[in-house]
T-cell receptor
């Protein structure tokens, strides 16, 4: 079951450009996580957003959680080649038998050219 | 530094073979997970375990089984490998409670020929 729609699937940009990745769902999540994965490695957590409307910044990366806790975005300002990687959003289930389970989007493969 | 290790980075097996993928974490985490990752499909949960000897099916458990005899070790078993099980397999762990960050191993790229 793919609960999270992530877009775009691929993004190829020049160094210095800005970009936004979107993660949308019809389901409400208790929180939403963003991971980054480099070739040959497992995903590594970048940030968790918990409160509806929350905005978190990590240097040039800005993460936002939608007011209804159903969607999120990742914005990168002035992208650099070191930002290249696979970005994954993951919604944390709200409760019941699936409490704490992560539901991943399909990922956005970002390539930043020098 | 937290660490999740997987027994092999690359594995090539023949159709019909029994395959064991091992995962070990050194963080004393209660919860452990097995995912498979395929291009364009993201990470899909195969099985997870919230305690020793406990296991729960994820979204795609068919053709797989798991074993968790010790807290630090979670094994994924392919009883009779098939070509459609060629994939990247990722193990993850997290602590109990309300902190849901998962720590991932480097993955095992399995090819079934």
């Amino acid at each position: 079951t793919q609960l999270l729609e992530q877009s775009p699937q691929f993004l190829s940009i020049q160094e210095g450009e800005n970009l936004t990745v979107y993660c949308n769902s019809s389901s409400v999540f208790s929180s939403l996580q963003w991971y980054r994965q480099e070739p040959g490695e497992g995903p590594v957590l970048l940030v968790t957003v918990v409160t509806g409307g929350e905005v978190k910044k990590l240097k040039r990366l800005t993460f936002q959680f939608g007011d209804a806790r159903k969607d999120s975005s990742l914005h990168i300002t002035a992208a650099q080649p070191g930002d290249t990687g696979l970005y994954l959003c993951a919604g944390v289930s709200t409760g019941g038998s699936t409490l704490g389970r992560l539901y991943f989007g399909r990922g956005t493969q970002l390539t930043v050219w020098p | 530094d937290v660490k999740v290790t997987q027994s092999s980075r690359y594995l090539v097996k023949r159709t019909g073979e029994k395959v064991f993928l091992e995962c070990v974490q050194d963080m004393d985490h209660e919860n452990m997970f097995w995912y498979r990752q395929d291009p364009g499909l993201g990470l899909r949960l195969i099985y997870f375990s919230y305690d020793v000897k406990m296991k729960e099916k994820g979204d795609i458990p068919e053709g797989y089984s798991v074993s968790r005899e010790k807290k630090e070790r979670f094994s994924l078993i392919l009883e009779s490998a098939s070509t459609n099980q060629t994939s990247m397999y990722l193990c993850a762990s997290r602590s109990g409670g309300a902190v849901y960050e998962q720590y991932f191993g480097p993955g095992t790229r399995l090819t079934v020929t």
